[in-house]
């Protein structure tokens, strides 16, 4: 199913385009998070799009055709998705060939819009005042022409958006017709199990990816807290000496996959309810080897984060929980010798820069989660 949503900003798509993509098991991409990704790189692309952004203009219809047919591509879209923020204008819309089912077109007035704007608390630079304004103007002015294009070509349905969340979710999926539903969803029941292991230098940013995944209903075996909860029963401080030789006790009785051996029944349990599962703080080459071995159904991968050292070390002084540990070089080449972070970090399947505000981490998140549930 391929389904495409429009609305002016602050009528619900994002929202929606989320409720809709965990019922129906089919991703969401939200041309909105893409260019705001992009505005961030140091590139003249991203120089342009920021400018663009910032005044409340359009992208050039070929530069969003061609940004949106490449993330399309990706295997996680082939099935079917759910597009929110494209195509705006009528050429994009002639332009876009790709067999849509439905178009869901969220009608809220200009005031309600800009009522809701106002008190939501997001971190992004084109929300003023007058950003929003041009934009919803720019929306009158062209996608118009795309909802009189979508519902001449009957694929056009209007839903109220100014009632209750659940009210408008309703609305649109009983316009998607029960049949439609029941059949799809049947077709998309996830036929393998997956496991991300989350890896990376100590401050890249391990413990807000977990928290993400974790609003995302993902269930998270941490092998971090086998040193940690060790020092919180035994009343020590958390300190590098103190983890370095339980890390290597335990290392020495059950080898250098000893956290993923630890965990091996917990992971089991967790699987057994969950078709994904999330690892927190996989450190050793040989604990990845290790889930390999003795989960060979399943998915493995390992997910990467990389955030410059001069961050890294700052939110490490900043820390309140486990302040007492080390930061500098000097840890840094302990976790990639002693520990052996180095190879699952560069065997990694996914990597993320982690040097902007969580906004854009949980955005890059958000793309890894897609490409695996959805592949």
Do not use: C
């Not at 790709?98 to 106002?118: F, H, M, S």
């Not at 302040?323 to 190879?343: F, Y």
């Not at 820069?353 to 958000?366: R, T």
């Amino acid at each position: 199913m391929k389904l495409v949503l429009i609305g002016i900003q602050g009528s619900g798509k994002s929202t929606q385009g989320n409720l809709l993509s965990k019922y129906l098991k089919i991703p969401y991409l939200s041309t909105g998070h893409i260019f705001r990704s992009i505005a961030k790189e140091k590139t003249k692309l991203g120089k342009q799009v920021k400018v663009l952004m910032s005044s409340g203009l359009l992208i050039p219809d070929d530069l969003t055709i061609e940004i949106v047919n490449s993330y399309l591509s990706r295997p996680e879209y082939q099935n079917g998705y759910i597009l929110d923020g494209f195509p705006r204008t009528l050429t994009q819309a002639k332009k876009y060939k790709n067999n849509v089912d439905k178009v869901i077109y969220i009608e809220i007035p200009d005031k309600e819009a800009l009522w809701r704007i106002a008190y939501r608390n997001e971190e992004r630079n084109d929300n003023t005042v007058k950003a929003v304004l041009k934009r919803i103007e720019l929306f009158h002015a062209h996608t118009n022409d795309v909802i009189e294009y979508y519902d001449n070509e009957k694929k056009l349905v209007t839903i109220d958006g100014t009632k209750s969340i659940e009210e408008v979710n309703r609305e649109i999926l009983k316009s998607l017709g029960k049949q439609l539903l029941r059949n799809h969803i049947a077709a998309w029941e996830q036929k393998k199990k997956s496991i991300i292991a989350i890896v990376g230098m100590s401050g890249s940013g391990k413990t807000v990816a977990t928290q993400y995944f974790k609003k995302m209903g993902v269930p998270v075996v941490s092998f971090s807290n086998v040193i940690n909860d060790y020092v919180d029963t035994k009343k020590f401080k958390h300190t590098e000496q103190i983890h370095h030789k339980l890390r290597m006790k335990f290392r020495k009785k059950y080898g250098m996959k000893a956290m993923a051996y630890l965990n091996k029944e917990a992971v089991t349990k967790a699987l057994e309810k969950s078709n994904i599962l999330l690892i927190e703080g996989l450190y050793s080459w040989e604990e990845y080897v290790y889930l390999l071995k003795h989960f060979q159904e399943v998915n493995i991968y390992l997910l990467a984060l990389f955030t410059d050292k001069s961050l890294r070390y700052k939110r490490l002084a900043d820390r309140k929980y486990r302040s007492e540990l080390a930061v500098g070089k000097e840890r840094d080449i302990h976790e990639l010798t002693d520990l052996n972070k180095g190879p699952a970090i560069a065997y990694a399947d996914f990597l993320i820069k982690n040097n902007f505000s969580k906004e854009d981490m949980y955005n890059k998140l958000d793309e890894v989660y897609r490409q695996i549930y959805f592949a």
